[in-house]
């Protein structure tokens, strides 16, 4: 603690007197003198912002995340924050953002991720000179250019699906026929930005990784099949190799459809892209009925309930969860934070490509054995093992520091074997 101290004492008085007279909140709408231009004016923590956060989670990996903004982020960038009810929509967080306007507000980290309340959102932002930014896994075009709106940055999906994959791939690997039921969630049009991005390549992860392990021959392309509204078996080319893809937003209806093809014996191995734990009982009596094991991959978070499917066994003796795909909503919260401290800088610019915005991914770990998840869930539990530390945020909101160093960071911290051994685990 006394090197943070230290560190943010030192950081004050180097670029304390660049800000002076050049960045100073506005009690009103929180724009800055010296951010029209987007010339950098520096970094100072001495100015307190006042940030509202729109949110649309709850639970123990929300409780984390607002831990590390009320122990970490605020602390470091001087910033004190608002917390949203959980919201569904655009309505809800036009209503949020003007409760945090009245109440002073100068920044928005926002994370209702349908494209209207986005659009919404950032052209309210803009009529007040709040600045903005979103978490969420796609970018919108429409308000991509808005003074104001300074960036997304969520899970990316890409990486979610290369995750599922080199999940699979390691399972895959014993040179046995498997087979697999899937529940893909919103993943039915992710790739036109009607579903769930990160659903959508989820599923195509699985399913490459399916294919090119036993050389499958579909009789659709890969993003066609994984984009159809009906439920129902992939037509696989080998009979012996399994495939049924169940796309819905309801886990309980899931449970209830998805019971009877396990019953049918054919399947060893289930994954889920969110919800997994409504699924386990179904799995364990389909386990305890056929003797056979089924092996279970899921998205998660670094929480209780993914700690629980590790250490607990199933009828088989095997572990409940198999597999994680780990998504860190603390991280994301981070790099939202550091975008707002450049526009706060007069930096804005930095944080652009040519003028619009980007979208920042924050890339999944694939998590496989409890022995690996003992040690991965220490993360978020100190002040050091945050992935992103209080010396981190202020060397990241330096003016001069861009989107592609964002973006390179966030890939640096990406493999799971390379940051448990930074943070000495």
Not at 199 to 222: C, M, N, R, W
Not at 288 to 312: L, N
Not at 329 to 346: D, Q, V
């Amino acid at each position: 603690m006394k090197k943070i101290i230290a560190l943010l004492l030192a950081v004050v008085m180097v670029f304390g007197l660049a800000a002076c007279g050049g960045t100073s909140a506005d009690n009103g709408s929180g724009t800055e003198s010296g951010t029209e231009s987007g010339t950098a004016t520096g970094l100072d923590l001495s100015v307190h912002h006042k940030v509202g956060v729109a949110t649309v989670h709850e639970g123990e990996a929300w409780e984390i995340a607002k831990t590390y903004l009320e122990t970490v982020v605020g602390p470091t960038f001087n910033m004190e924050f608002i917390y949203s009810e959980v919201l569904h929509d655009a309505n809800g967080l036009i209503a949020f953002m003007e409760q945090c306007y009245a109440a002073g507000c100068d920044g928005i980290v926002n994370l209702v991720t349908s494209n209207d309340a986005i659009a919404q959102g950032a052209h309210k932002a803009e009529e007040w000179g709040m600045w903005f930014t979103t978490q969420n896994s796609a970018w919108v075009e429409e308000v991509s250019t808005l003074e104001h709106n300074i960036g997304q940055c969520g899970a990316s999906p890409e990486s979610v699906g290369e995750a599922y994959k080199m999940a699979f791939k390691q399972i895959l690997s014993d040179g046995q026929p498997h087979s697999v039921v899937l529940f893909e969630g919103a993943a039915v049009g992710g790739d036109k930005g009607q579903g769930a991005a990160s659903h959508f390549y989820s599923a195509v992860g699985v399913l490459e990784a399916f294919q090119e392990t036993y050389g499958l021959t579909y009789d659709k392309p890969i993003a066609d099949l994984v984009n159809q509204q009906d439920p129902g078996e992939v037509n696989t080319g080998n009979p012996d190799v399994h495939i049924y893809l169940y796309p819905g937003r309801n886990p309980g209806d899931a449970v209830t459809a998805l019971l009877p093809v396990l019953q049918t014996g054919n399947y060893d191995c289930f994954a889920a892209v969110f919800s997994y734990a409504a699924f386990t009982n179904a799995i364990a009596d389909v386990e305890q009925s056929t003797g056979k094991d089924i092996k279970v991959i899921a998205t998660g978070q670094i929480e209780q309930q993914t700690k629980t499917g590790f250490e607990s066994k199933d009828p088989t003796g095997d572990t409940v969860l198999n597999g994680a795909i780990l998504n860190d909503l603390s991280l994301a919260c981070a790099i939202n934070c550091i975008e707002l401290m450049h526009a706060y800088s007069g930096d804005v610019a930095s944080m652009k490509d040519n003028g619009k915005t980007v979208l920042l991914g924050v890339r999944s770990y694939p998590i496989l054995g409890a022995d690996v998840y003992a040690k991965m869930e220490k993360i978020n539990t100190a002040p050091e093992l945050y992935i992103l530390t209080s010396e981190d945020l202020i060397a990241l909101a330096q003016p001069g520091v861009t989107w592609q160093d964002l973006e390179a960071k966030l890939a640096e911290v990406a493999d799971v074997n390379t940051l448990l051994s930074s943070k000495g685990l």
